[in-house]
C-alpha cells in the first residue's frame, strides 16, 4: 500500500476512536443533565465510532499492513446548554468528512482503486451522519425550550438501539 494512503487510514484509527471517547463525553454530559434518551444515542453513537475505527483496522490487517494503536486525545468540550453538544458533533462529523475525503484523494493519486471502493461505504455513512446531526440541531432548536417536548425527544433519543454496522457484520 502506498505510504501515504496507509498513514492516513492509520491515523483515522485513532480520529475514529477519538470519536467514540468524544461521543462518550457527550453522553456524559446528557446524563448529569438527566437527559437519559440523548445519553442512550451518543452511546450507540460512540459504538458505533468504535466500530469505524475497526473497519479501518481490519482493512490494513485484511492488507497485509502493521496496525500501530496511538495514544486518544481527551476530550475537553464543556456545554452550558442542550444544543451545544449537537452542534458540536455536526462539526466534528463535518471535519471526519474532509478527513475521509483525503484519504480517498490519497488512494486517488496513488490509483489504489481497491482502497477508494472500501472507502465508498464510509462517503455515504459520512453524509448519513452529517444529515442526523443537522437534524438532531433542527428538532431540539424547535422542541427543546418546551419541558414536554423536549421530554418526547428524549423519549425518542432513548429508543436508538445498536445495529452493527455492514461492513464488521459482513467482516
Ligand atoms: Fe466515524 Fe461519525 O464518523
Known sequence: MDTKVYELINDQINKEFYSAYLYLSFADYYEEEGLKGFANWYEIQAQEERDHALIFRNYLHENGCKVKLTAIDMPDKTFS???????????????????????????????????????????????????????????????????????????????????????????
Open 81 to 171: 446548554n442542550y444544543l451545544e453538544p449537537l452542534e458540536a458533533g455536526l462539526e466534528h462529523e463535518k471535519y471526519v468528512t474532509s478527513l475521509i475525503n483525503d484519504i480517498y484523494a490519497a488512494a486517488a493519486e496513488a490509483k489504489d482503486y481497491r482502497t477508494m471502493k472500501f472507502l465508498d461505504w464510509f462517503i455515504t455513512e459520512q453524509q448519513e451522519e452529517e444529515d442526523t446531526a443537522d437534524t438532531m440541531i433542527t428538532r431540539m432548536k424547535l422542541f427543546g425550550g418546551d419541558a414536554r417536548t423536549l421530554y418526547d425527544l428524549d423519549q425518542e433519543n432513548a429508543a436508538r438501539v445498536y445495529n452493527t454496522p455492514s461492513p464488521l457484520a459482513n467482516a
